[in-house]
């Protein structure tokens, strides 16, 4: 499994990201996708889910009407779209190869993060 996460960066309170993850090495478009992220000192928390099709999504409250999970099987490619961010966002956001919400095993199926930081 390889998954390679882009689009992290500095953003202000209120700004917006796209989070895009790069899947090979597997059949992406035979897996439920998850995006987790880790907050400097805190324990991995589960954020978003999506099915095969991706007809189907799943949200933490904290992020609900705020990111959105999208993927495009013919790229290989997950995203995540951070509208209204705020600096409670701020974590290493991981894509992996689970469902969610549960993230027990996690670390096996995930790829190196990348780095969002909200802050004025």
């Known amino acids: 499994v390889q998954l390679v996460e882009s689009g992290g960066g500095l953003v202000q309170p209120g700004g917006s990201l796209t989070l895009s993850c790069a899947a090979s090495?597997?059949?992406?478009?035979?897996?439920?996708m998850s995006w987790v992220r880790q907050a400097p000192g805190k324990e991995p928390e589960w954020v978003s889910g999506?099915?095969?099709?991706?007809?189907?999504?799943w949200y933490v409250d904290s992020v609900k009407g705020r990111f959105t999970i999208s993927r495009d099987n013919a790229k290989n490619t997950l995203y995540l779209q951070m509208n209204s961010l705020r600096p409670e966002d701020t974590a290493l956001y991981y894509c992996?190869?689970?469902?969610?919400?549960?993230?027990?095993?996690?670390?096996?199926?995930r790829g190196q993060g990348t780095l969002v930081t909200v802050s004025s």
């Open positions: 090495s597997f059949a992406f478009s035979s897996y439920y």
């Open positions: 992996a190869r689970i469902s969610g919400p549960a993230i027990t095993g996690w670390e096996a199926w």
């Open positions: 999506i099915n095969i099709n991706g007809d189907r999504t």
